[in-house]
């Protein structure tokens, strides 16, 4: 078991990074779900409407959270190495990778934005749900949303370069002050409280955008403000050069997982369409499951973040095998942390749907969809530390095998098969979707257990 559990110290460390990032994570995925009921409150069809627009969003989110984890890998090492102007160097890349994606997102969403939401539009005899209202506050919320993605880009850019370079508490405030701010403009805007006017799905989409402004603007002039501390800001934008050799690094390992997230992400849009081909009812009720889901998330969320601080510093610093014992505890941690919570969301499932104004089948469904996610947490967090395992070794093609390919050749096919070629209820369906993580499971524990990721990435940069 020693090599399981750490001592105290041990664990000091892992919450000094882990509890800002659970905080973070944790109360915005909470002002999520009382967004998600606020808007629920207004009506079935809404809800629905934003729940598939966040959907496509997800796509666009997982996208730049790909791009920014290549040379997130090579920062976290330079900063362990000591070497600031490395970590420089990976903040610039992060620059033009995350404007260009999200730029390329707004473009696309301004084109096909209305086919892609009419993918989600499957009608049933037994639904109350009009596709006609669904779409229409579809577009009406995604119009607003796109406004907000270029200050969700730049402060992404800004804090995970932070978090990188183990600053966690930053990034933890600017999320808690905008979290706030939506949630507060979102009561106003979205039932015209204060004098408001009552805006519906169109107050929640201008209450986002809102807080991503503050949220970014607190990172990016912190950071500028204690350059004595991030010393990779000083001087940050008297030049935006990168050296032809670092960038064909970060390009052979970060595109990988580019590409990974964004097919990932596009895999599991996918999977949602064929969920809702079992009718709207099926559409609310995972849009439900997804938000409650997350909010039990971010303990294995946050430990995978620690994984890629704490190990890759250490590879970084040359200390391999510490590494590898540290990364063993870590998810060691996740799952039996996640097994816990799994079983308490369990329980308590039913009575968060008491909050939501919505038909009784949805209701049902949600339960159904919250229960099998809640049984599954431990295998969700041993994939997602398996996964960060990987990438902060800089294994980004084995990381690409494992997430995205796994889920093209294997999840997509069953899911495509089991919406179109059986008439299995959509629990059913998603239990088996789900289940079939368990294969995942067991081919990350091999690449894990044989140490093909412990590698130093910049001990001659």
């Given at each position: 078991m020693?090599?399981?559990?750490?001592?105290?110290?041990?664990?000091?460390?892992?919450?000094?990074?882990?509890?800002?990032?659970?905080?973070?994570?944790?109360?915005?995925?909470?002002?999520?779900?009382?967004?998600?009921?606020?808007?629920?409150?207004?009506?079935?069809?809404?809800?629905?409407?934003?729940?598939?627009?966040n959907?496509?969003?997800?796509?666009?989110?997982?996208?730049?959270?790909?791009?920014?984890?290549?040379?997130?890998?090579?920062?976290?090492?330079?900063?362990?190495?000591?070497?600031?102007?490395?970590?420089?160097?990976?903040?610039?890349?992060?620059?033009?990778?995350?404007?260009?994606?999200?730029?390329?997102?707004?473009?696309?969403?301004?084109?096909?934005?209305?086919?892609?939401?009419?993918l989600?539009?499957?009608?049933?005899?037994?639904?109350?749900?009009?596709?006609?209202?669904?779409?229409?506050?579809?577009?009406?919320?995604?119009a607003?949303?796109?406004?907000?993605?270029?200050?969700?880009?730049?402060?992404?850019?800004?804090?995970?370069?932070?978090?990188?370079?183990?600053?966690?508490?930053v990034?933890?405030?600017?999320?808690?002050?905008?979290?706030?701010?939506?949630?507060?403009?979102?009561?106003?805007?979205?039932?015209?409280?204060?004098?408001?006017?009552?805006?519906?799905?169109?107050?929640?989409?201008?209450?986002?955008?809102?807080?991503?402004?503050?949220?970014?603007?607190?990172?990016?002039?912190?950071?500028?403000?204690?350059?004595?501390?991030?010393?990779?800001?000083?001087?940050?934008?008297?030049?935006?050069?990168?050296?032809?050799?670092?960038?064909?690094?970060?390009?052979?390992?970060?595109?990988?997982?580019?590409?990974n997230?964004?097919?990932?992400?596009?895999?599991?849009?996918?999977?949602n369409?064929?969920?809702?081909?079992?009718?709207?009812d099926?559409?609310?009720?995972?849009?439900?499951?997804?938000?409650i889901?997350n909010?039990?998330?971010?303990?294995?969320?946050?430990?995978?973040?620690?994984?890629?601080?704490?190990?890759?510093?250490?590879?970084?610093?040359?200390?391999?095998?510490?590494?590898?014992?540290?990364?063993?505890?870590?998810?060691?941690?996740?799952?039996?942390?996640?097994?816990?919570?799994?079983?308490?969301?369990?329980?308590?499932?039913?009575?968060?749907?008491?909050?939501?104004?919505?038909?009784?089948?949805?209701?049902?469904?949600?339960?159904?969809?919250?229960?099998?996610?809640?049984?599954?947490?431990?295998?969700?967090?041993?994939?997602?530390?398996?996964?960060?395992?990987l990438?902060?070794?800089?294994?980004?093609?084995?990381?690409?095998?494992?997430?995205?390919?796994?889920?093209?050749?294997?999840?997509?096919?069953?899911?495509?098969?089991?919406?179109?070629?059986?008439?299995?209820?959509?629990l059913?369906?998603?239990?088996?979707?789900?289940?079939?993580?368990?294969?995942?499971?067991?081919?990350?524990?091999?690449?894990?257990?044989?140490?093909?990721?412990?590698?130093?990435?910049?001990?001659?940069?």
């Amino acid at each position: 078991m020693s090599k399981l559990i750490g001592d105290r110290a041990f664990y000091r460390r892992v919450l000094t990074v882990a509890v800002p990032i659970v905080i973070q994570n944790g109360i915005s995925n909470f002002v999520s779900l009382l967004d998600n009921i606020m808007i629920g409150r207004v009506g079935t069809e809404p809800m629905s409407g934003v729940g598939i627009v966040n959907q496509l969003l997800f796509v666009l989110y997982l996208a730049l959270f790909g791009a920014l984890s290549g040379p997130g890998i090579f920062g976290a090492q330079f900063f362990g190495k000591g070497d600031h102007r490395g970590v420089q160097h990976t903040f610039r890349f992060k620059l033009y990778i995350g404007l260009f994606i999200v730029l390329a997102g707004i473009g696309a969403m301004l084109l096909w934005g209305d086919p892609l939401l009419t993918l989600y539009l499957h009608d049933s005899v037994d639904s109350t749900q009009s596709p006609e209202l669904v779409m229409q506050y579809g577009r009406e919320y995604l119009a607003i949303m796109l406004i907000g993605l270029v200050p969700f880009a730049l402060e992404e850019v800004y804090a995970s370069t932070l978090r990188e370079c183990g600053e966690t508490r930053v990034p933890m405030v600017a999320g808690l002050v905008a979290v706030f701010v939506n949630l507060g403009l979102n009561y106003v805007l979205i039932f015209g409280k204060c004098g408001f006017p009552k805006l519906g799905v169109a107050g929640a989409a201008i209450a986002t955008v809102v807080s991503r402004f503050v949220q970014a603007a607190i990172v990016i002039f912190w950071t500028h403000l204690h350059t004595q501390l991030m010393r990779w800001a000083e001087g940050l934008y008297r030049s935006f050069r990168i050296p032809l050799s670092l960038t064909g690094k970060i390009v052979i390992k970060g595109f990988p997982l580019m590409f990974n997230e964004i097919l990932w992400s596009v895999g599991m849009a996918f999977l949602n369409q064929c969920y809702s081909r079992r009718g709207l009812d099926a559409v609310a009720g995972i849009n439900i499951s997804s938000t409650i889901n997350n909010l039990f998330n971010v303990v294995f969320i946050a430990m995978g973040s620690a994984i890629a601080i704490m190990v890759g510093q250490l590879l970084g610093a040359g200390k391999l095998e510490e590494a590898k014992d540290t990364d063993t505890k870590l998810i060691f941690a996740a799952v039996t942390s996640s097994a816990v919570l799994g079983a308490i969301l369990f329980v308590v499932a039913p009575y968060f749907l008491l909050l939501y104004d919505t038909t009784d089948e949805v209701r049902r469904l949600a339960i159904g969809f919250i229960r099998i996610c809640a049984c599954c947490m431990p295998l969700f967090a041993f994939m997602h530390s398996a996964y960060f395992t990987l990438r902060t070794g800089g294994k980004t093609g084995i990381t690409f095998a494992f997430d995205s390919a796994f889920l093209w050749c294997f999840s997509v096919p069953l899911g495509y098969l089991l919406a179109t070629r059986t008439a299995l209820p959509v629990l059913t369906f998603y239990l088996a979707m789900q289940s079939a993580d368990v294969i995942k499971c067991a081919i990350g524990f091999v690449l894990v257990k044989k140490g093909v990721w412990v590698q130093n990435l910049v001990k001659e940069e």
